[in-house]
């Protein structure tokens, strides 16, 4: 097994790609040398972390940041996140996120599952995507919602601005998505990439823009984001993969995880959490084109 991957599942605290640039910045050892990330790992090897005390003792803090909450009882709880706010703390940055405000509302009582950085996260939503994020409260249900996302028994739903409108009223995207080749910061529909599947429908035609519902059915990183723009139609305000931007374009993605929906793994009880489209949307949801044309 790889050096990093094997860091990363020894010690979930952190993910891969940090402990990836701590090899780089010769924080880790092999058998008394220094490695790569890339470094096969056989029987008897001998790992050795060296870790700044500062980064050593760094965990997130609880701190006094409002949520709105969309369902909670003592196993998990659904919120409503605002655009702009950090899912989980990253190397060097550990305030201001959503784990802090979930460990000042529920101090201890969330899964660690996902490492010692990420209390009660079981998926996540990128920072400038607003709505629907589902906790885990302990670690038991923890698995057991994850395996209600291995197998697709979760629905997830979005609303998203798009640049034109598609052909159909309603289509099914199924392209492979990878690490994007040249920059590593952004994902690619590639042929060699993991199965992704975006289902949208037409909620209204815009001028030169459309209000779309999308539904996963797989979970990659980006997914819709990249889908949407491989079909020649991203997400208007996304500056990774929208392209050229045009006066009048916002400053903001206007993607919107609008619902989940499931059966509670411990009560039965089927749960359909909703999330409203928030403010920013509205200028763009008028038929009169904001460009003026």
């Not at 790889?2 to 940090?18: I, T």
């Not at 655009?83 to 060097?92: D, F, K, Q, T």
Request: net charge neutral; aromatic share 6%.
């Amino acid at each position: 097994m790889r050096l990093d991957k094997w860091l990363a599942l020894h010690d979930p605290s952190a993910s891969r790609e940090v402990w990836k640039k701590r090899i780089a910045d010769r924080l880790v050892q092999v058998n008394g040398q220094e490695a790569t990330p890339s470094k096969l790992l056989e029987p008897g090897d001998l790992v050795q972390i060296s870790l700044p005390e500062e980064i050593a003792d760094e965990s997130p803090q609880a701190q006094a940041i409002p949520l709105q909450i969309l369902y909670e009882d003592e196993w998990l709880a659904v919120i409503d996140k605002p655009a702009g706010l950090v899912v989980h703390p990253a190397h060097g940055h550990v305030e201001g996120t959503l784990v802090n405000a979930l460990l000042n509302r529920y101090s201890r009582g969330l899964s660690d599952l996902s490492g010692r950085d990420r209390p009660g996260i079981v998926h996540r939503l990128d920072k400038d995507t607003s709505g629907t994020i589902l906790i885990a409260r302990d670690n038991q249900t923890h698995r057991l919602l994850a395996d209600l996302f291995k197998r697709g028994d979760i629905g997830r739903f979005y609303e998203v601005v798009v640049k034109g409108t598609p052909d159909t009223d309603r289509g099914l995207i199924d392209a492979p998505i990878a690490r994007g080749s040249v920059n590593r910061k952004k994902m690619e529909v590639s042929q060699g990439g993991k199965e992704a599947r975006t289902e949208f429908e037409l909620i209204d035609r815009l001028g030169q823009y459309a209000h779309l519902r999308c539904k996963l059915l797989t979970g990659r990183t980006h997914q819709i984001r990249v889908h949407l723009a491989y079909i020649g139609h991203p997400v208007l305000g996304d500056r990774l993969y929208g392209g050229r931007r045009r006066p009048g374009d916002p400053d903001y993605q206007l993607l919107h995880a609008a619902e989940l929906s499931f059966i509670h793994p411990v009560t039965g009880r089927t749960l359909v959490c909703q999330s409203p489209l928030p403010d920013r949307f509205r200028p763009y949801l008028d038929r009169e084109d904001p460009h003026g044309g």
